[in-house]
C-alpha cells in the first residue's frame, strides 16, 4: 500500500470513529461475556459514563436495573443463530433507564427505545462481539400514545349517550345482539329489561324540558347503582332505558327491577328548589328459543312495557313468565 493509500485508509477510519461518537443513536459493542468494547458519545451523554470509564465493564453489573434475564436470551440468540434481533418501544418501553430531556415530549419522564441487536463476526467470520443499536423513539411513542387515547375517547364519545352517560342506543342495541348470540351458543339466562318513565310529557309541561331531562338523569342514575358489573344498561330512547341482565331469569330479573322501582318511587329530585317525584313502568323478557331474533326479544320487552302502562304504570310486567 502507498503512503497516499495509508493516509486515505486513516483518514476514513478517523471519520468512522467520528460519526460513531457523535452519531444521534446510541452504538454498544459486547463482547461475548457481555464486556463493554464500545459506548459512543450519545451513550455517555444520556448515562453519564465516560467510555473510559464503563469500557472492558460488563454490561448487566454496571446497569442491575436491565432485565438481564430477559435480555441475555434475547442476545444469546443472536450470537448462536447469527440473526439480528429487535427490542420495540411497545413491547418494552425502554432497556436503558435514560431521563427523557426532549423539550416537546417532556411528559415522558424515561426515553422511549427501539433496540437493534445485530451479530458482529470477527476476520475468521466467528462471531465474538455483538451491537446495540439504541433509537430514540420518544416523540413517536408519545404521538401513538396520544392518538390511541384520543382514539379511545373517541370510540367512548361514540358510544355513550351525552345526557345519562349510559352506553347510547346503537351501541346498547350492539351488545343486544351480542348477548343474543351469546345465548344461542351457551344457553345461559339472559333477560332484558326496559325501563319508562311514567308522564314525561306531563312533567315537560309543568316543570320545563330541563326538568325532563333531568328527570331521566335521576332514574339512570338510580338504574346504573342497581347495576352489576355483568349488566349492561343504556339509554334505549327519549324516556327509555334498558338493562341486559346476564345470567338472569325473568323471576330474577324482576326481583332488580322491583329494586329499581321502589327506589325511584321513594326518592325525589330537585330542581329550581322544587322537589320533585317520578315513578317508572319497567317490561321484562328473558330470551329463550322461541324468540328467534334480537328484534323479536326487544318487542316481547316492549310488549311487556305496554301492558306495566296499561296495568296503571309505577309497577313491573313480564312476558311469557309467570312474576
Ligand atoms: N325532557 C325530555 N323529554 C323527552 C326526551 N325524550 C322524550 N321526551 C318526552 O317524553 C314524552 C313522552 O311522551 P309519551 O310517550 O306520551 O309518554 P309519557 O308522557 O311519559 O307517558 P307514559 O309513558 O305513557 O307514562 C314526550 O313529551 C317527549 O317529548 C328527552 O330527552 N328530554
Known amino acids: 500500500m502507498s503512503k497516499v493509500d495509508d493516509l486515505n485508509a486513516m483518514n476514513e477510519l478517523h471519520w468512522l470513529i467520528d460519526m460513531v461518537q457523535t452519531i444521534e443513536v446510541g452504538l454498544v459493542v459486547l463482547d ?66 435514560f431521563r427523557n430531556y426532549r423539550p416537546i415530549t417532556g411528559r415522558a419522564e424515561f426515553m422511549f427505545q427501539n433496540i437493534t441487536l445485530l451479530p458482529l463476526s470477527s476476520l475468521t467470520g466467528q462471531i465474538t462481539h455483538l451491537s446495540m443499536i439504541v433509537y430514540d423513539v420518544t416523540d413517536v411513542a408519545i404521538n401513538k400514545m396520544q392518538l390511541d387515547n384520543a382514539t379511545d375517547k373517541l370510540q367512548l364519545h361514540n358510544q355513550t349517550d351525552a345526557l345519562t352517560l349510559l352506553l347510547n342506543r346503537r351501541y346498547w342495541l350492539q351488545n343486544a345482539v351480542q348477548e343474543f348470540e351469546r345465548f344461542n351458543r351457551y344457553c345461559e339466562p339472559v ?52 338493562i341486559i341482565l346476564n345470567h338472569s331469569s325473568a323471576t330474577e330479573s324482576a326481583i332488580q327491577a322491583e329494586r329499581v322501582r321502589a327506589e325511584i318511587e321513594a326518592a325525589e329530585f330537585t330542581y329550581n328548589s322544587r322537589k320533585i317525584k317520578v315513578t317508572v313502568s319497567i317490561g321484562i323478557c328473558e330470551l329463550t328459543e322461541e324468540l328467534q331474533s334480537p328484534d323479536k326479544w326487544l318487542d316481547k320487552t316492549d310488549e311487556a312495557l305496554a301492558l306495566a302502562k296499561v296495568s296503571g304504570r309505577n309497577c313491573i310486567k313480564a312476558i311469557g313468565t309467570q312474576l
Open 191 to 242: 333477560s332484558m329489561l326496559l325501563i319508562d318513565l311514567d308522564h314525561l310529557k306531563q312533567i315537560n309541561e309543568t316543570y320545563g324540558h330541563i326538568a325532563g331531562d333531568r328527570a331521566i338523569q335521576h332514574v339512570a342514575h338510580v338504574m346504573k347503582k342497581n347495576l352489576r358489573t355483568t349488566d349492561i344498561g343504556g339509554r334505549y330512547g327519549g324516556e327509555t332505558l334498558g
Open 32 to 97: 461475548r461475556q457481555y464486556n463493554i468494547q464500545l459506548w459512543n458519545g450519545f451513550m455517555e451523554n444520556h448515562s453519564g459514563i465516560s467510555p473510559n470509564d464503563i469500557k472492558g465493564s460488563n454490561l448487566f453489573d454496571r446497569f442491575d436495573d436491565l432485565p438481564a434475564t430477559w435480555l441475555k436470551q434475547k442476545m444469546e440468540s443472536v450470537f448462536l443463530l447469527n440473526n439480528q434481533a429487535f427490542i420495540s418501544w411497545e413491547q418494552r418501553p425502554y432497556v436503558f433507564k
